[in-house]
Every structure is written in C-alpha cells, then in structure tokens.
C-alpha cells in the first residue's frame, strides 16, 4: 500500500495562534485559473472577496509568493491563505498552566472557553491562546473538552508525538474524574453504575439515550450534600468509563440530578447573548492521570478550580459573576 506524500508546510506563520487555511487544488476540474477554483469553492465568503484577496496577494503558493490572478490551474496545487475572523468576545477568566515539560502542556480550562477553533469560536479557545502566551505555534489538543465544562485538558508540544497521547484517550487508556454539583435526592441510592446507549446526531444539539447495547458508562457518587432555603445540593464524583459525547450530563438527567446551569438538559434553552458569562454548567474535569506513552513517568494532575454553586449558590444563581 502506497503512503501519501505529506502536504508541504505552510509558508504562511500563525495568526493570533490560528494556522493559515491550506486549499488543494482537485485532480480535474473545469476551471482554467487558480482564481476561478477559488472563487467557486469560497464562494459563501461573498461576491468580491475572493478577487479582492488575489488583487491583495493573500494566496500564496507553497513558496511563499503571492499567487496570480491569472494562474494557471494545477491540479494538486496547494494554496494557503488567512481567513479574516470576526471579532470574538473574550473569555474574561485566566487559562492556568498546571504542568509543562518538552512533550505535553497540561491546562486548566475555565467554563465558556472552547478547547480547539471550531465555529464562531477561534481565537478565542484553550489551543490559540496557549500558542500565544507559551510561544509553541506547534502546539496541539490531545482531546476536548466541551466549552461549558471547565477543567484539565492535555496538549502536545510535538506534532509527531500527538497520535500517541491521543491513542491514551482512544483506548481509553486515561484516569479521569469529573466533578458537578446537582440537586441532591435522597431517593437516588449512590454509588452506582449507569450504563445506556447515547446517540448524538449530527446537527442536533442534545444527545439522547435509545434502546441498544450500552455504549456509554458512568459511575456516580455523591461526595457531600447541603441542604438549602430552596434546593437540597449535592456535590457528586463522575468516573466516565467510556467517551461519548455529553455522557456524564446525560446520565446525571436520566437520574433525575441534572448538573446546574445545564443549557441543554434536560431541556434546550435558548442560547445567551455573547458575552454572557453567567451561572456557568456546574462540571469540572477534576483530575487527569496516564502513564506517559513517550517517557513512560506517570501523571496524575488536579485542578485548582471550585464550582461557583457549591461555595456560591445565592451568588451563582443571581448571575453575579
């Protein structure tokens, strides 16, 4: 079996810790210039704007010069260019380093920041920001964490070492423990097991349990209960045993204890206005530990941060950041 030949580097650097779009050119086609592909397969950028980019040289071929705007078509051409990036609302809470080494950078992510660009958040993620502030454009996401959880997330500083610390995550060969606080029932017998089967649909924001063999594994605890004016709190450990997506929000809503501040379980609420930062989803990624696949050291990490609705309910629920 023939290996494919690895794209050449880009010739463009890093943009606010975004790397530049690479574009390959298709095999065959009917276009007869570089500009008329383009302007084709970038055609929801709007009427102009990719003639504009050609007029401004801000596609350039893999030696760095600005591409014609009469070149020539050439299938299997790469082609790099900048996306320019709407301005982004900036997540006000520090993103803390809580280990570093040559191999693996180990971040403490707060609530609303997005581990890696996807959508309408880019600049303004774990990965761009940690590229800037640590100065390693190389850097990369071994796996995510959803936006509104907050907690430990692992990157790679070598990009040839990234498939063996994303293999940890795969074969499921990595501690984690989660942390959220709920609604405490005194019917709900604790510890257990929940074991379902979760189907996440493309294009549909909640996930949902149907009928099947289970595919999806949690084990529940409760750590602490408070009683309140209002609402009996728990404080509960979740041990994901496998990774689907919204598994432990899931499984924490079948039992009847949705994790506070919830906007998806167990009903769809409607979204925030952007920079809205209050009563953030109550689930922490507690700790992290794996046997290092490159060193071989083990590692355990903890995050240093507290739900606000445990050590804060009244100012939680009020919204008072």
Known sequence: ???????????????????????????????????????????????????GMFDAG????????????????EPGMFVWFHRELPAEVP????????????????????HFLATTPRGGHVTETALARLRRELGVPALGAAHRLDRLTAGLVLFTVRPEERGAYQGLFRDRRVRKEYEAVAPYDPALVLPRTVRSRILKERGVLAAREIEGEPNAVSRVELIERRPGPDLDLGRYR?????????????????????ILGDPLYPEVTDPVPAGDFRRPLQLLARELGFTDPVTGREHRFRSGRSLDAWTAYEDWAAGRQ
């Open 238 to 258: 979740l041990v994901p045993g496998t990774g689907q997506t919204h598994q432990l929000r899931v499984h924490m809503t079948a039992l009847g204890v949705p």
């Open 58 to 73: 801000l596609f350039v071929g893999a030696d760095g010069r600005a591409v014609p705007s009469d070149a020539p078509y």
């Open 1 to 51: 079996m023939r290996r494919r030949t690895p794209p050449p580097p880009s010739p463009l650097p890093q943009r606010d810790g975004i790397d530049a779009v690479r574009v390959r050119l298709p095999a065959a086609g009917p276009w007869s210039t570089v500009r008329e592909h383009l302007t084709e397969r970038l055609s929801g950028a709007g009427a102009g704007v990719v003639g």
């Open 91 to 110: 997540v006000p809470f520090p993103l803390e380093v809580v280990y570093r080494d040559e191999h693996i950078v180990v971040a403490d992510k707060p």
